[in-house]
Each structure stands twice: as structure tokens, then as C-alpha cells.
């Protein structure tokens, strides 16, 4: 199994523009959830999704942050405009919840730096 | 709320010596218990899960754990330290019947001194 997909690994752009994060979840899974890593802050959830569907969203910080799931194979998360506060590792997971576990497994991420 | 504490946000043992990370959650009901290990610049990779089934639990890289239920505990260990096994680890806590959502602890990161 190829695991999960993030691209591009590294993201370097200027405070203002449109920045697109894209995850591919292990074939079969029905849960995707999108984190963000901090020194400051930790490992924070911003959204997840489950078959598709977006169920909590609480972590999201703000209206500039948006994430997509159109199908099972594909995530987007976007950043309009890009703030360098927003520099940081985004990580995708996803897992397949069996007898109510949910053993997440994650993707390399993606390091976005905002300039 | 779920939470979990990670007691020392760094440590440092000597190769050979024996690894103790400890967790800690707060839920009255035990939850499912994770274990997760972040080498630099990669992602999280899970190193063993209790589920109930077992209270000591086996993962790889020769790291165990065991849940004690009446401390509300789920410390890491490894008899025998390697320099291969720097790296930051994350405890997480999943409450049974119904959210998907993990609590991550805040970290450990261990140092591997020769």
C-alpha cells in the first residue's frame, strides 16, 4: 500500500496568495482529518471527514481556510489569502474506523512556509 | 473533555539504558490508547494501540505498553535504547462510542546519548 499522499511536500509562498494542499487517503478508508503542527501550538485537528462528508470542523481557524472532499480518493485544503501566521506543517490522515476504533494513519505532510 | 498529558516534554537516556515515556488521560471511561512516533521531518507513525483486548500491549521497534486502568495510565517503554529511536512521541486518547477524533498529548522528545 502507497500509504497516504500529500503534495507538494513543501510549499514556500508570499503573504497574500492562494495556497492548495492536497491528500490521497489509503485506498479503503472512509475517514479523512487534516492537522496542522506547531512549535507553539502542537498537533491541531482543523477538519475531518467521513465518508466524504465533513463532520466537525470546529478546528478550522478562520473563513481564510477552507478543505474540500469531492471523493473518496481526494482532499483538498485551501488557505486564501496565505498569512505567514499560517506557516506550518499540515498533515492529512485517514483510517477506516473498525468495531469504533479509529486508527489513524498519516501522510509525510506538507511544510508551508508564508512570506 | 478528553485530555492527555504527556509528563516531560523532553528526555534524555543513554544508548541501552531503558526508555520511559509516560501518558496520562482523564476520561473516567478508558478510552482507546495510541502510541505514535514522529522521526524529523516526517510524518506520524503509529507504534501500538490498546483496545481493551490486552492491557499490556506489544508495538514495533520493541516498544510496549502497558494501560493501568486505576493510575489512568499508558506509559511507553523500551528496555534498551537505541540511537535509531530519537524521535518525538505522541500519546493519543480516542473516546469509545462515537467521535472519530483523537486527543493528542503535547509530546515527548527523546534523546539517545551514546
Known amino acids: 500500500d502507497a500509504g497516504v499522499i500529500q503534495s507538494p511536500r513543501h510549499e514556500v509562498t508570499e503573504m497574500g496568495q492562494e495556497v492548495t494542499l492536497r491528500c490521497k487517503p489509503i485506498s479503503g478508508h472512509n475517514s479523512l482529518f487534516w492537522y496542522r503542527q506547531t512549535m507553539m501550538r502542537g498537533l491541531e485537528l482543523l477538519i475531518y471527514f467521513n465518508n466524504n462528508v465533513p463532520i466537525d470542523d470546529s478546528g478550522m481557524p478562520e473563513d481564510r481556510f477552507s478543505a474540500k472532499m469531492p471523493n473518496a480518493s481526494f482532499s483538498t485544503l485551501k488557505i486564501q489569502p496565505s498569512e505567514p501566521r499560517d506557516s506550518a506543517v499540515y498533515f492529512c490522515?485517514?483510517?477506516?474506523?473498525?468495531?469504533?476504533?479509529?486508527?489513524?494513519?498519516f501522510g509525510p505532510g506538507t511544510r508551508l512556509t508564508v512570506l | 473533555a478528553q485530555s492527555v498529558t504527556q509528563l516531560g516534554s523532553h528526555v534524555s537516556v543513554s544508548e541501552g539504558a531503558l526508555v520511559l515515556l509516560r501518558c496520562n488521560y482523564s476520561?473516567?471511561?478508558?478510552?482507546?490508547l495510541f502510541w505514535y512516533v514522529q522521526y524529523p521531518n516526517q510524518g506520524l507513525q503509529l507504534l501500538l494501540k490498546y483496545t481493551s483486548a490486552a492491557t499490556l500491549v506489544k508495538g514495533i521497534n520493541g516498544f510496549e505498553a502497558e494501560f493501568k486502568k486505576s493510575e489512568t495510565s499508558f506509559h511507553l517503554t523500551k528496555p534498551s535504547a537505541h540511537m535509531s529511536d530519537a524521535a518525538e512521541y505522541f500519546c493519543a486518547a480516542q473516546n469509545e462510542g462515537g467521535s472519530e477524533k483523537l486527543v493528542f498529548g503535547k509530546g515527548t522528545k527523546l534523546t539517545v546519548n551514546p
Open positions: 476520561s473516567s471511561v478508558p478510552p482507546y
Open positions: 490522515a485517514s483510517s477506516l474506523v473498525a468495531s469504533g476504533i479509529n486508527t489513524q494513519y
